[in-house]
């Protein structure tokens, strides 16, 4: 109600103190305090040779086994059945993702020997990042698994500090216990070839994905956040966000590839993030038709004056809603974009009416003043 809403200069709620301590503290972190043991809490990615601070995500596994298909479902938002006509990839494909994080992705052919004296190996993996490897579960993967093997002991020697991500992909179409007996049979031959030569501890991990649901978006949300050295403030933030608004979990999604790339500490519900997920496509939908031009960004920066009229005329630079979500009881679903990159989507419950609404709002605006902080741009 309008009579409960803080004062703000007066009376600043424990979110802004908590989040104007963070804020504080942002333009001294790009460095690391210990160089020996750097432990980023916010600041530039520290991954290119370059300084361009763009991570590369390798897209690397057998002839047919689903590493375009991925792309183009998650970076390039195609339909799932469109995919049954995508081309066998014959040469390495890079795309440049312009997100809240410039990022890029390289889709190999599989038929490649990628360790191979003809190839510039350090132009492949020189830089930091991850290699995403996708295994066919519907097909026989023994010879994924070996090149697999090879390929992560090669990293190991020469190239340690890229993360190793495993997609036991197609998983739609295998029984929920095939399924199950799948997974733990290509995690278990891939941990006894690391242990037999040595590698207890090597930086590989397992997700079970598929195109047609959102496992896919979970599995990557997993991967990005892996290369984000902001992490750990996000996730403080949204931290104090919960308990000072007593929201149940929060989310900060990429809104174009729908991966999340921070949540509380809480536990994650793959049912809630599918909800939140669903979300943004209706809310970024109509943002597009009565807010500003999302496929031209930069056209307030470069003073395009037909774009700075749509936008004064509509009034609605970042999209907010607030909803209730019947199939959950008396919860509501909060989304506001941070900006034209980042959504901030909640899960309130009933102990959050919508009479609390301008003191949320209030706080949101002191998180999304810290996050200009965290991503400069």
Known sequence: MEGERPDPPDVPSAAHLMLTRYISDLQDADTPANPIQPKWHTGRLPNSKQGDGKP??????????????????????????????LETTTRITK?????????QVWDFPGHLDYF????????????????VWVIDAQDEYLDAINRLNTTIL??????????????????????????????RDIIQRVQDELSDNGYENAPVSFYQTSIYDHSIFEAFSKVIQKLIPQLPTLESLLNSLCSTCRIEKAYLFDVLSKIYIATDTSPTDIGSYEICSDYIDVIVDISEIYGWDRSNPDAQKTGDSSAQDVSGDSGNDDAESLITMEKKGSNYLYLREINKYLALICIMSEDSPTEKKALVDYNVSIFQEALQKVFQR
């Open 154 to 183: 090669n990293l190991q020697q020469h190239y340690p500090s890229i993360n190793v991500e495993v997609f036991v992909h197609k998983v739609d179409g295998l029984s929920e216990d095939y399924k199950s007996d799948t997974f």
């Open 56 to 85: 590369r995500l390798l897209l690397m596994g057998q002839r047919r086994s689903g590493k375009s298909s991925i792309s183009s479902v998650v970076f390039h938002k195609m339909p799932p059945s469109e995919t049954l006509y």
């Open 116 to 131: 191979d004296p003809a190839f510039d190996v350090d132009n492949i993996f020189g830089e930091i990042g991850a290699l």
């Open 95 to 103: 795309d440049q993702m312009h997100s809240f994080m410039d990022f």
